[in-house]
């Protein structure tokens, strides 16, 4: 569950729908300074879209 009310989340969740309506892009990456938590919340957003995601790299790194 991530909250829809912290602006950390809404922009998050702004970066990946802004994607997911970009037909020329595949493949979205995020940077090492997310914090502990965004990783999951990146994944979560992205199920929640039905995007495929992964992460790969160090435990602070994602993408989609």
């Given at each position: 569950h991530y909250s829809?009310?912290?602006?950390r989340t809404l922009a998050l969740y702004?970066?990946?729908l802004l994607f997911s309506s970009d037909p020329l892009r595949d493949e979205l990456?995020?940077?090492r300074s997310l914090s502990p938590a965004q990783?999951?919340?990146?994944h979560?957003?992205?199920r929640k879209l039905e995007l495929e995601h992964?992460?790969?790299g160090?435990?602070?790194?994602?993408?989609?």
């Open positions: 829809t009310t912290d602006p702004s970066r990946v990456s995020f940077s990783p999951r919340t990146v979560l957003i992205a992964r992460s790969s160090e435990a602070l790194r994602g993408g989609l």
